[in-house]
């Protein structure tokens, strides 16, 4: 345990040595990735994408980090696509057809999409899986709103849960652990769902079901409608954040299935959505103020905490099945 430590914190002061590369813009504009020809480094698209999952995959074992990098950076690029501003929809079926292209064998010079489709081969990916993510990325070009929360889960089920699934494969898992991978793949996207709703109304885009939003006297999450029903505002937030910690209890009965030396980065990047849905919580417009976001450091210090409980046998491990999301206090 002592020698696992002090890698992490020699790694944790190169960390520091990099922190304001690490903290640059987290959008990448198509212009410069996902094209057919990319001089960029594959490690940038993931450090650049998510301080949470790019510090959290530091805790892997080694053997698996690559692996995570790829399958993090075709899903980033494509969602990319669909996000900038304005939306690139051009690029994004430029980039489907060249990955359907890769898969039926034909050569692409697109290091992304091929270091994704030898993944796929070798962790025995199903195609339906990516076929339904690029469906729900798909959907976000000629869809703006959902009339209900089964509408939305469909669009869960290939933005978010089929990733939790090709996790599973990267780690190794069986069937056992895959419908928790799949409710803790959709708890995170209903978080981002929540914490991006002011830079969603740029893309003139509400996850949230027109159902819900009616049934708090809400026409809409626009700034104006917020301010103008404050109180039907926070209530409708919380409301869907402990939609939230339902999904998140479901997901975390799945971490038994983990492996130690893997279940590390997965309890860490779920601890963090879960600190980013407790403090929206705590007051539900600061999403029109800022993004909340984890500093690399709070990851870190967070992964350090869970490998010293994981390895200490004097603690009981948090995936031994006794979940108490339903108690965090708020």
Do not use: C
Request: hydrophobic share 35%; no cysteine; net charge positive.
């Amino acid at each position: 345990m002592k020698e696992k430590l002090g890698t992490s914190l020699m790694s944790l002061n190169t960390y520091k040595k990099n922190l304001d590369s690490d903290m640059t813009k987290n959008v990448y504009s198509s212009e410069t990735h996902g094209n057919r020809i990319t001089s960029e480094n594959p490690k940038d698209i993931f450090r650049n994408g998510s301080t949470t999952y790019y510090y959290s995959t530091k805790l892997f074992p080694v053997s698996i980090r690559e692996e995570v990098t790829q399958l993090y950076n075709f899903v980033r690029i494509a969602d990319d696509y669909v996000d900038s501003v304005p939306q690139d929809t051009k690029g994004f079926f430029q980039f489907k057809e060249e990955y359907y292209s890769a898969v039926s064998g034909k050569k692409t010079e697109n290091k992304v999409i091929a270091d994704f489709v030898n993944l796929s081969e070798r962790r025995q990916f199903k195609h339906e899986w990516v076929d339904a993510f690029l469906k729900s990325m798909e959907m976000d070009t000629e869809k703006s709103n959902y009339k209900n929360l089964e509408e939305l889960n469909t669009y869960l089920y290939g933005s978010a849960e089929v990733i939790g699934l090709m996790m599973n494969r990267v780690m190794g898992l069986d069937e056992r652990a895959d419908e928790s991978a799949q409710y803790l793949g959709k708890a995170m996207q209903f978080i981002n769902f929540i914490r991006d709703i002011d830079e969603d109304l740029d893309l003139k885009r509400t996850y949230f079901p027109t159902k819900d939003l009616k049934a708090f006297g809400l026409s809409g999450l626009t700034r104006g409608e917020a301010r103008r029903k404050p109180e039907q505002f926070n209530a409708f937030v919380r409301s869907q954040i402990r939609i939230y910690f339902q999904w998140q209890k479901r997901a975390e009965l799945g971490f038994q299935f983990i492996p130690k030396n893997m279940r590390i980065a997965v309890q860490t990047a779920s601890d963090m959505y879960m600190w980013t849905a407790k403090e929206i919580y705590k007051n539900p417009f600061i999403v029109y103020d800022l993004k909340i976001k984890p500093t690399w450091s709070k990851v870190i210090l967070n992964g350090l905490k869970n490998m010293i409980n994981a390895y200490n046998p004097l603690r009981r491990s948090r995936a031994s099945g006794n979940v108490t999301i339903e108690n965090h206090s708020i």
